[in-house]
Every structure is written in structure tokens, then in C-alpha cells.
């Protein structure tokens, strides 16, 4: 199957449409849910993005979300599962917000944040970023496995640039 790899500049509504989704997150997750994050380049102003906006879904216990498999699918959310990430749900609605749920303590939750937080306060490295996701939008039009196995390795490089900054701060 192929997806069409759509990079498009920063949309201000973005972070709107975070919010109206997070407050529907939380009515549907309940007293599991602990902190709803927008992560992922939508959650980074300035720079080009796939138009999906993703949110970070940090619970109490993530065996509980199974039980809440109706309540997404209600919201238009189909469930994946852990989808290639132990410990994690990820729900996904169209081709308009992906939900990573981690359980309280999960690394997968530090390290989305800290990449999101390096890359607001660092623009270069943002820009950097944009850039190539311009490039590889480009390069695989019709192949989103092509589009993010080659941006990986700038991911795992940002990710250790953000965990050794996040621990000086």
C-alpha cells in the first residue's frame, strides 16, 4: 500500500487541534489518563510537517486502554496496537491525529519530550529538520517507509543531542 508523503509549512491550527482532541482523549480514556503532550514536528512552530497531529497519551496502566477500544473507535480512531513499539498503544484517526500512549515511567515518553522541547529551543537544528523532511518528502512521494527510514538516523542523532541537553537543564 502505498501513502502519499505529504510535508507541508507550519499551520498555527495546529496546536488548536490539539487541544480539541485532548480534551476528547481525555473524556474517553478517563481517570487512566495522567498528561496528554502534543509531540511531533506539529508540535514544533516553524517548521514543515506531515499534517497529523501527534499526541503523547501518558497513563496509569496501559492494559487499560484495551478496555477503551470502543470509545476510540467512536472518536473515528482505529486501534494498531503496540505497532513496532513495545509498551505502547497507538491509535490513529484518518490521515489527521496519531495517539502514543505510554504507561507513567516509560522512556518512550522522555524521549519524545525532550526531542519536541530541543527542538523549540534549538531553531537551527529545527530548521535543519524541516528541511530534510522537505527533501525526503521529495525523494519518496508514494513511500512513507522510504520517507522515515531515511530521516532515523537524524531522529536517533537528535535524540541523544536532546537527552544530554535535557539533563544539563
Do not use: C
Request: no cysteine; aromatic share 8%.
Amino acid at each position: 500500500m502505498s501513502i502519499k508523503v505529504e510535508v507541508v509549512p507550519h499551520d498555527p491550527n495546529w496546536r488548536s487541534a490539539f487541544e480539541t482532541e485532548s480534551k476528547l482523549m481525555a473524556l474517553a480514556l478517563g481517570e487512566n489518563v495522567v498528561a496528554i503532550h502534543h509531540i511531533g514536528s506539529t508540535a514544533i512552530p516553524q517548521i514543515h510537517a506531515k499534517p497529523i497531529v501527534d499526541m503523547l497519551v501518558e497513563v496509569k496502566d496501559i492494559l487499560k486502554i484495551d478496555t477503551h477500544s470502543s470509545e476510540m473507535a467512536a472518536l473515528g480512531y482505529q486501534a494498531m496496537g503496540e505497532f513496532g513499539i513495545p509498551g505502547r498503544r497507538f491509535f490513529r484517526k484518518a490521515r489527521t491525529h496519531h495517539i502514543h500512549s505510554f504507561e507513567v515511567g516509560s522512556p518512550q515518553i522522555e524521549r519524545h519530550l525532550a526531542f519536541r522541547d530541543y527542538m523549540i529551543t534549538h531553531t537551527e537544528a529545527a530548521q535543519e529538520y524541516s528541511e530534510l523532511k522537505r527533501k525526503l518528502a521529495k525523494k519518496y512521494p508514494d513511500n512513507i517507509q522510504g520517507y522515515m527510514d531515511e530521516k532515523d538516523g537524524f531522529i536517533k542523532a537528535m535524540d541523544l543531542k536532546a537527552a544530554k541537553w535535557r539533563a544539563s537543564h
